[in-house]
């Protein structure tokens, strides 16, 4: 284990930002990672968790030690009929985790195929796409307390999953580093079809006949037609978590714009479409000072050099005029570090 010091992490997030970090260490295994919390609590380092970096802005310099979780291993640990269930190491890559279940014939994941980062960031924001969430595919999950070193295992009803949201993002947040999730996975294909673009990009194959690597291909190309690749374009994904408002709310907003894109929530709430918010709010595809709203999908913010407090400011910008608007508030999908978002300094944007 090879712990540095004052190390650059434009490397190591999607959207490029030329943060560093004070300590900075890559663990390959538990014991790693566990020398690695040792060190932190010695010299008393706060520590911040990275994966594959695509769902963080990195808003300023982190002072601690910086893990950054590459922890691999596939484990097949029961098999039942025909449910499986796949232990899988916090740092394998989450589309290949995808890949390797659908070569086997082990079918859940396929809706959730060419979401970047690693298989540990999975269960903090309940990954979701094309009408799957991680949830539904989630067992349990192995987690090392950062402050203590001590071990648990999180069953489902521990995690507090909801829309992008988990315990780790709330009351668990910055507490634990995720080792191993353990996924349930089905011999017997199920394929979900809910999400209106993957059906009719599928219109051509009846639905009977529909397979899990249908949708696993269908997924893959409709992401790669409408979302910049991140090695190309840097970016975070969605920037904005679709605001979930209540029924009575969202009806009166229909009547002022009859266009209005929503979908069911839980709990008989509303979930607004915040790229539609966005574009009707005049942000698509505007670009200034290095940062930009993508010209296809406004709820993609890009870094083109302009730096964390452009985008920040920006992010902060269409908030207010959606607000302003709709009367409605967004919220950043990616963790912010290094600064809170709200108050980050902003002038180097208004320069
Ligand atoms: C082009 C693009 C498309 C995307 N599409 C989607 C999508 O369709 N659906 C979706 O849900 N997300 C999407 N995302 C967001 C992102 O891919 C997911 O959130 C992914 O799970 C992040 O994984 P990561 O390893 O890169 O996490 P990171 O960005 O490294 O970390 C994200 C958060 O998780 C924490 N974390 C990471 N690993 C661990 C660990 N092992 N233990 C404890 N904490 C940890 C970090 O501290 C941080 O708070 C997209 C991103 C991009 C760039």
Redesign the pocket.
Known sequence: MDIQRDVELRPH??LALAARAAYFVRVENVVEARAALDFARAHRLAV?????????VLAGDLPGLTLQ?GIRGRALIAERGDAIHLEVG?GED?HQTVEYCLARGWYGLENLAL????V???P??N???YGVELESRFVALE?IAIATGATRRFAHADCGFGY?DSL?KGAGRDA????SVTLALSRRPAPVLTYPALRAALAAVPAAEITPEHIAAAVVALRRAR????ARVP????FFKNPVVSAERARALAIRFPDLVTFPAADGGVKLAAAWLIERAGWKGVARAGVGVHDQQAL?LVNRGGGAAALLALAREIRAAVVDQFGVELEP???V?GADWQAHDDRAAAL
């Open positions: 997030n999607s911040a968790v990275l994966g594959g970096g695509s769902n963080v979780i916090a989450w979401i970047p980062g690693t540990g960031a999975a903090i924001q990954i979701g796409a987690a992008r780790f634990w580093l995720i080792t979302l910049p690749d991140p970016n975070a994904g969605s993609v999908e990616p963790r570090l």
